[in-house]
């Protein structure tokens, strides 16, 4: 296999964006990858914060009249597990997208080398974490922080706590047109009123803080520290070059938003609307 950093990569330090424009960028860059040979790690937030549903999770979990209250986007991940919300601030995630003939074609392998530069960046921001040693059983299933934490692909801090350390990440992968993709949820700080008040569930704060930990609570730095650790450590992973988003880009995502990503019969029920575009 041919090594990550003898091939075409770009870092996209991403501003802040709605949800379901986050989610259709993945799918952009996805075709980027296959068309102009073109691979993309990035960093971005959710601006307004965002529950992001997992790929077959029920709309009936959500408390759609709290995340109106709050000013909470609703949108629906191309990946699996439990609904994660995402805090504008308490929030950091990333994407990578290659190729699949260009990576491990097992699951468990891919999610090892694609993970690399995440534990490498915490160790740059001096967390100790790690891939869970044990699972853990679920707390409440519709909650991605609170499922079972599996050794394949959740990250937990401090490594020393054995099978009492916290959840700090979650990484999830799907394949899109012969593209690898994965993102995943790396938590800054904690909001857990908003964590639980999404769930349609009586749920106390603590269920969620016992369970979860942060970049915050671990080392102490700042966000835009931490952001820029975890950019630096996917940049030297891959060797990329800094770089942004094409406005032919940026329009294709913004159409896929809306009559996908943003649109209510997906959301809810995983409806997409065809046209010749897609």
Known sequence: MTALAERDWRLIR?????????MALEEIAARTALENGIRTVRTYSWEPSTLSLGYRQDAETVDWGF????????????????????????????????????VPGNLMDCYELFCEPILEAFDRMGVDAAFA???QDAIYQPS?????INPAHDIVAPVDADDEAK???????????????????ISYALEPRKHVGVFD?????????????????????????AVAAIGNSLRDWC???????????LEAARDLADRKFGADGWVR??????????
Do not use: M
């Not at 704060?205 to 942060?214: A, G, K």
């Open 167 to 185: 959840k700090i990440s979650g990484n999830a992968q799907y394949r899109q047109r012969d593209v690898v993709i994965q993102h995943g949820s």
């Open 14 to 22: 991403d501003e802040p964006r709605d949800g379901a424009t986050q």
């Open 201 to 225: 569930t009586e749920l106390e704060e603590s269920t969620f803080t016992d369970r979860v930990t942060s970049i915050r609570d671990e080392a102490g730095i700042d966000r835009d520290d």
């Open 67 to 102: 995340c109106e209250r709050e000013g909470i986007d609703v949108t629906r991940r191309q990946t699996g597990g439990g609904g994660i919300y995402h805090d504008r601030f308490a929030d950091i995630s990333y994407t990578i997208v290659a190729p699949a003939g260009e």
């Open 133 to 135: 040693s044990a699972e």
């Open 239 to 249: 060797d990329a070059a800094e770089s942004t988003w094409e406005d032919d880009e």
């Open 144 to 148: 991605c922080y609170l499922r079972d």
């Open 269 to 278: 029920n995983r409806e997409v609307i065809e046209t010749e575009t897609q």
